[in-house]
């Protein structure tokens, strides 16, 4: 091939490849950051320090740190969860009352209980490879996120999305049926300042090859405060928000396709709002009641655009009644099939 394009968790792998044998990709180009780089991106714990070494991005943070024996328990709602956690799994939700703290399900070393640690940046470094990380919940809020395309330091194209439709459980969002894509210049500025972030600590050289990244937040309802919350150094569902969109799609073309030498980098691209409907069991309820309640026009259900079946699909309630067709010849349900999904995805740290 001409260029490799690692596009989940695995572009840790193939980053980590090419430095330990930078030939074992032939003459292909890899798309992607250095290793150290997705490391201090995907795991909760260094995107945190990173952050607050970024000074502006780490404004847009709620207190985050690495669960440390000792100590007491905050006086508020925090939400526990593992710096290399995904998709929705091994994340807890405590507030004070409920509960032992740290919940039992949080042990470090050993199984030893752990508590906050405080801001010393001494005192916060990792002694594990994926620890548990504790940071404040922000009630009352809405997700959005944003997936971006960088080269040398700035921009090529991005994309904020809400989660119109969420089908998780709980307080947790969870996968979302509906993607909508918004107009939200602090995500793009806050994508910005992460990309600088990594220039200045070192980790990206200043004329450093195309990358992406998606970073997750919430809005808080009552005052309209975004905050940020973590980030997916790979692609996300806004990859397909991005795709769906003429100029969009030109920047996607001119990031992979480059020959990764110095490049005039091209007029940023911001993706206007519109419309993906990802094919996802959860989307069969959560667009029923969306019908139901008017919200959702059959329409869109029947010809949005679909973020994972094939341009040949008759629409995402084909692709979604077959997949719980499938599911449930299997004896599956809508949760055992999510679950499947989720943990199909390859991950890191290895086991």
Known sequence: PDVVVPVHEEALYVAQLCESDPSWAGTARVFGAPLDALRAL???????RLCRKGGPAGGLMPETSVLRPGGPAPGVKMVLKKAFSRGGLDHVVWAPGEGPWPPIECCVRGGQPGARAGDDGAAEEEEEEDPWVVQAFVEDAEPLSAFAV??????VAH?????ALPAGGGQLPGFASLRTSVSCPEAADACRKVVGALVQDGLLAPDHGCLWLGLDFVRERATGRLCLIECNPRATNGLALMAAHRE????LAWAVQGDGGPRKVPREVAVPPGISLRSTLPALGAAACALARGSLPLRALLSAADDIASARDPGPAACVARQLLAALARGQGPGALKAALVDSIVTWPPP
């Open 248 to 251: 969009g799609r030109a920047a």
């Open 42 to 48: 995907h795991s909760k714990a260094a995107f945190a």
């Open 159 to 163: 994309v904020a999305y809400g989660c």
């Open 150 to 155: 960088a080269c040398q330091g700035r921009l």
